[in-house]
């Protein structure tokens, strides 16, 4: 059976995370084996806590805890390194994926390609946000030359094999 790594970069996310895992769980097990990789980003709420009691009481659950706040990237690399499925995804710890969505990135992969890219289409932010990032993209635009609507890519699925080759 063909196991899925699951990174999920945490950061003060006790209130979604355990809903995060048991979905990501639910919605593979049943045609892969999974790893969920948590890679606590210096969390100062109790995601530590919660991380390390689903560890422990769920053998799919990996956790990795980082000595400070490194960033989001550099989480998922963390993950990426510990990760020993066949394939690998990163999703957030928000619930901003659905995890029951990662079948459909490994159909694709299954299709011969090494990377897949994919975006969501909704948007869960509150209306403060959605201004900032607006403002953001406006102010990018006119610096930089920046497309307004360009959208960095949500979803990232990779075969293992990619992962050690990119990750030596």
Request: aromatic fraction near 10%.
């Amino acid at each position: 059976m063909e196991m899925v790594s699951v990174v999920i970069p945490v950061y003060n996310s006790e209130k979604t995370l355990e809903k995060v895992v048991t979905k990501t769980i639910s919605s593979l097990k049943d045609k892969y084996k999974v790893e969920v990789i948590l890679v606590n980003d210096g969390s100062v709420d109790s995601s530590h806590k919660l991380c390390m009691g689903l560890s422990e009481t769920k053998d799919e659950v990996k956790y990795i805890q980082l000595s400070r706040n490194f960033g989001q990237h550099s989480a998922m690399i963390v993950g990426y390194r510990e990760s020993v499925g066949d394939f690998v995804v990163s999703i957030d710890d928000d619930l901003q994926q659905d995890p029951s969505d990662i079948p459909l990135l490994i159909d694709e992969v299954k299709k011969g390609f090494d990377v897949v890219f994919a975006q969501y289409n909704r948007k869960k932010e509150d209306a403060f946000r959605l201004f900032g990032s607006f403002v953001t993209r406006k102010i990018a635009s006119w610096l930089v030359d920046f497309p307004i609507f360009y959208e960095v890519y949500r979803w990232l699925m990779i075969t293992n094999l990619k992962v050690q080759r990119l990750l030596g």
